[in-house]
């Protein structure tokens, strides 16, 4: 390894610098996270001028002016011409008449030249004055509002200043007093409309020891996209070796681009990752494919794993994500991810999905949407990762919704919502089904500044034409089933307001929220459940319509929610705190019908479910959350979270977190029949950043499993950064796999290195690449 890192180094830094690429808005010689990088950059401040040079009247300012008419004229003492977007200033200032008529001019002492793009100091100027051709000798040059500057012992600006030849000159990113870096070339050609570098005969120095020779680089200056090799990543870590990535960037048009890919994993392989984007009539996408020949730390562990890991050869990852609007009416949209096989994502990762959702997603819409109509035909299938359920899904294979919209009803407002869906399952002997729902609903509002009262009534009326190949294993299902239900709702709130009594320029709110709903008892256990699931009851959730996502059951109702939230607002009408608390109150037992349904075995009624949510902005770099459920059917705590974030900065922050769900809770609810995890969450985790001074910066993050008495996920990371280069190293240690029985955990260990010049490829904020570096990623409070 120690032998085998300083030529990954070069390799690293030759193929950035090699036809590297900059993507649209990502300037690459600015650093927005550190001013400092910008302090001696020269700055254009005047008018951008874009009529042709030659239209232009010259002026030109002296102490004194020699000469004849015929042939000559030297100005001397301070002076100053001034052309346009051109600015120079010299000692003196000799033009000469040649032979042809044309004109000649030279400067020379103490020459400063500077307009739009580049700033000049040399010892002579040499000007066609009629081709504005200007060729400067043993100069200094820096390009303006941007990182890049160098020496040159010759260099000539074209006419329209599009192009600069540089002869025997030197070349870096790095602000003036900061020679980390530089390349050194024969000749170098900067193109100002191409955003170009070109040079010849180059040598690239880390302070003065040579790195490599190249006959041929080329570099951006700008924004524009353009082919060639974008920076390499690479990392160590204990379970794949060595991991080398060399991404190359295909400009391929305006509207079409692709980045190429090759990844070397030491004990895995050669792994192909593409990706390509789109942008047309029919809208804007991504496509990605990652490709995985052979695998062969995956097959050695195959033969250890006793669950169904899948005997697939090749390993690979689809993703293709598209969202378009045609003639303003007509929409496609696209959201597909598939694996190979289950341990894929684990193993590989990939930016397109998380280990942690247990599956993947694959839809597929079209419709048309207009003032009173949305129409939508789609499609959706899963690849679940555990293996227990993979055969108990359902796909709607294909689903049609309608929505209607009319308000044009007086103090009424119709809306109508119709489905019909075909369910489909992997599993041979489970049911399947053809449902169709329409959902009408006519509702009636009154509002004014500080009140709301809305009425709404639906009738629920869903029909099941099912198929059951098995019915001696679904005794109580019936091939056509349609069920009606009315429901009616009435919800009402109350804004009260008044100046804080304890805080002078401050305003309270008080907002009480009252919400009633009836639906009345249909028996639902002959209809199989394809797509329902109870909802968590968070404080929102308190005024949610229905307790179950899906169509296939709907809970019977007669009850009242009930709320209250405080605000307080500043003189500036910013929100420092707001807090609310709220209960449901069930007359009757909220019931499906369903044996199996968490409702249906609870007869409980009164107020059974409490819940909190609330926030204060201490100050603007300084937040705090909290939210909580208590649920009386077990008397305890069934949920809650709790977060402190202090950002300060935007690589400067301290969040500690804290997250429970009552494993009772979950039995109740139904919610743990696939999961092995068969106790409280209770989980307290803190993520970090602190800069040590204006190069070095520590982060850091710690979850611990306070049930467990383990670590679930942490990592520690050291970054230099300055305005030339960086470098991060991390540590990081997380779960991957959880044996209920044993009750152990299994960890893997990743170490990273990583190594970027500053002003090359996509250079993104170091401190928040690597608060991703965990498998539960930093998330900010203040969004």
């Not at 524009?224 to 991404?247: Q, W």
């Not at 050695?300 to 697939?312: F, H």
């Not at 949920?639 to 977190?657: C, D, H, R, T």
Request: proline residues 4%; negative net charge.
């Amino acid at each position: 390894m120690r032998k085998f890192l300083p030529s990954l180094i070069t390799v690293a830094v030759w193929s950035s610098l090699y036809n590297a690429n900059v993507n649209a808005n990502q300037s690459s010689f600015v650093d927005n996270t550190n001013p400092r990088c910008l302090a001696n950059v020269p700055r254009y401040t005047g008018p951008i001028i874009t009529e042709d040079p030659k239209s232009l009247p010259v002026t030109i300012e002296a102490n004194t002016l020699q000469g004849n008419a015929i042939d000559r004229v030297i100005y001397q003492g301070d002076v100053r011409v001034q052309q346009g977007n051109r600015a120079l200033k010299a000692d003196k200032l000799t033009i000469q008449t040649q032979e042809d008529n044309s004109h000649y001019m030279t400067v020379s002492g103490h020459v400063n030249y500077l307009d739009n793009f580049i700033k000049l100091q040399g010892n002579t100027v040499g000007m066609e004055i009629e081709k504005n051709d200007v060729e400067i000798t043993d100069s200094q040059y820096h390009l303006v509002d941007r990182l890049g500057r160098g020496a040159a012992t010759n260099i000539s600006l074209t006419d329209d200043s599009r192009y600069v030849t540089l002869k025997n000159s030197t070349f870096t990113t790095c602000p003036v007093g900061n020679n980390s870096w530089n390349i050194s070339g024969s000749t170098i050609i900067y193109d100002k409309e191409e955003e170009l570098l070109e040079a010849w005969n180059t040598v690239f120095r880390i302070g003065s020891v040579p790195i490599f020779y190249s006959p041929y680089i080329q570099y951006p200056t700008g924004n524009k996209r353009r082919s060639g090799l974008l920076i390499p990543t690479f990392n160590y870590n204990s379970t794949d070796g060595v991991n080398i990535a060399v991404p190359f960037y295909w400009n391929i048009a305006p509207n079409f681009d692709a980045t190429i890919t090759p990844r070397i994993i030491q004990r895995r392989g050669l792994q192909l990752q593409t990706e390509g984007r789109y942008l047309t009539e029919l809208g804007k996408g991504t496509l990605a494919f990652d490709w995985l020949e052979h695998d062969s730390l995956y097959d050695k562990n195959k033969s250890q794993i006793t669950s169904d890991i899948g005997d697939n050869k090749s390993r690979w990852l689809f993703h293709w994500n598209h969202d378009g609007t045609i003639d303003e009416n007509w929409f496609i949209k696209t959201d597909v991810t598939r694996v190979s096989d289950r341990q894929y994502l684990v193993d590989l990762s990939s930016q397109y999905a998380n280990v942690t959702d247990g599956y993947l997603t694959q839809q597929y819409a079209a419709g048309y949407a207009n003032d009173n109509w949305n129409i939508a035909l789609s499609s959706k299938n899963f690849q679940v990762f555990r293996t227990a359920l993979k055969d108990d899904i359902y796909r709607t294979e294909p689903q049609l919704d309608i929505n209607y919209y009319n308000d044009n009803l007086g103090p009424f407002y119709f809306t109508t919502y119709g489905q019909i869906v075909n369910f489909t399952s992997p599993g041979k002997n489970n049911p399947q089904t053809v449902r169709l729902h329409i959902e009408p609903t006519l509702s009636y509002t009154l509002a004014n500044s500080w009140a709301t009262l809305n009425t709404k009534a639906t009738l629920f009326a869903t029909h099941y034409d099912q198929d059951i190949p098995q019915p001696a294993l679904y005794p109580e299902l019936e091939q056509h089933v349609t069920r009606i239900l009315p429901r009616l709702t009435v919800d009402g709130r109350v804004i009260f307001e008044r100046n804080n009594a304890f805080i002078d320029g401050y305003t309270q709110t008080l907002e009480p929220r009252i919400k009633y709903e009836y639906i009345p008892y249909r028996d639902q256990s002959n209809i199989k459940n394809y797509d329902s699931s109870l909802m968590q009851s968070d404080y929102s959730g308190l005024f949610r319509n229905k307790m179950y996502s899906g169509l296939d059951r709907i809970a019977s109702a007669n009850q009242i929610a009930t709320g209250v939230t405080t605000r307080i607002y500043d003189n500036n009408f910013i929100e420092r705190f707001n807090f609310s608390i709220g209960q449901i109150y069930y007359f009757n037992q909220s019931r499906t019908g369903d044996t199996v349904s968490p409702l249906d075995k609870n007869t409980d009624t009164g107020s059974l479910t409490w819940a909190t949510d609330g926030f204060w902005l201490i100050q603007q770099d300084l937040l705090f959350r909290l939210g909580l459920q208590y649920d009386t059917r077990i008397n305890e705590v069934a949920l809650a979270n709790a977060i402190f974030e202090y950002k300060p900065a935007e690589n400067k922050l301290l969040q500690i977190s804290y997250r429970y769900a009552n494993q009772n809770y979950i039995d109740t609810m139904g919610l743990s029949a696939a999961s092995p995890y068969r106790q409280d969450i209770s989980q307290l985790g803190t993520v970090g950043s602190f800069p040590l001074n204006d190069f070095f910066s520590v982060v850091g993050a710690y979850y611990y499993d306070v049930n467990l008495k383990q670590s679930s996920d942490s990592f520690m990371g050291l970054q230099y950064n300055d305005c030339c280069w960086g470098l991060s190293i991390l540590y990081g240690r997380k779960i991957v796999n959880w044996e209920s029985e044993s009750r152990r955990s299994e960890y893997d260990n990743k170490l990273s290195i990583s190594f970027e010049l500053r002003g090359f490829g996509r250079n993104r904020n170091t401190t928040a690449k690597m608060l991703d570096f965990g498998i539960l990623p930093y998330r900010s409070t203040f969004e």
